[in-house]
């Protein structure tokens, strides 16, 4: 569905009377962006691969820049989009490749790795490929070639549902969706609408409040 779409799904699901503004249209986003993150760390958790369904991409049309920073010697790209993160190396950005699909040619790496790798660790044996370190507002580079530096990249990003335009493609992952409706069951609960499942084997009978 279309973002402006879920909006109004959730929208339409709300009490029609609202005297207070409590269900203003971005406390009903923040709650739709936090049930996609919980989802899309789901789907991580089954299979890290599956999230490239989930990504938007960038640099498609226009190849994103590769710029080199004289201070450090580093070579990146500065990030169009915020992104989710995930707990591996790639963590939201899923995929860095040429403009134009090729071999292989990106691998991500982190810090640490990219540190051994700057300072002559048998690892230097690998000359042709790329690699890559996501920080939370760039992507810098090991290994830098002048074809790449020249064209740009292109990047497949896990984006959080406040980034998307209200007239983009927001997939849910119905994977997931093992119950009819359970994405926005769950948006409900945040928003109080309806009451989470209480999940505590304790055998007590739920209060009900006399009115």
């Not at 580093?74 to 899923?94: E, I």
């Not at 790496?109 to 700057?118: A, S």
């Not at 790329?130 to 497949?156: A, C, K, Q």
Request: negative net charge; charged residues 25%.
């Amino acid at each position: 569905m279309l973002k402006k779409e879920i909006r109004s799904l959730i929208a339409n699901l709300l009490p029609k009377y609202d005297k207070t503004g409590k269900y203003h249209s971005r406390f009903v986003d923040a709650a739709i962006e936090r049930v996609l993150i919980e989802m899309y760390q789901e789907v991580f958790y089954e299979s890290p691969l599956a999230l490239q369904r989930f990504t938007k991409p960038y640099g498609y049309s226009t190849a994103l820049a590769v710029n080199s920073e004289a201070s450090t010697g580093l070579y990146y790209t500065t990030l169009p989009v915020s992104f989710v993160p995930f707990k591996d190396k790639s963590s939201g950005v899923r995929r860095v490749s040429t403009p134009v699909q090729g071999a292989f040619t990106f691998f991500p790496t982190d810090q640490r790795e990219m540190d051994y790798l700057q300072n002559g660790s048998n690892a230097d044996t690998v000359t042709a490929k790329i690699g890559y370190v996501v920080t939370p507002t760039r992507v810098e580079y090991y290994n830098m070639s002048g074809t790449v530096l020249t064209s740009g990249v292109r990047m497949d990003i896990v984006i959080p549902f406040s980034t998307y335009l209200d007239t983009d493609e927001v997939l849910i992952p119905e994977s997931l969706n093992k119950e009819t409706g359970e994405f926005e069951n769950r948006v409900l609960a945040i928003l109080g609408v309806i009451q989470p499942v209480d999940l505590k084997d304790d055998n007590a009978e739920k209060q009900v409040a006399n009115g």
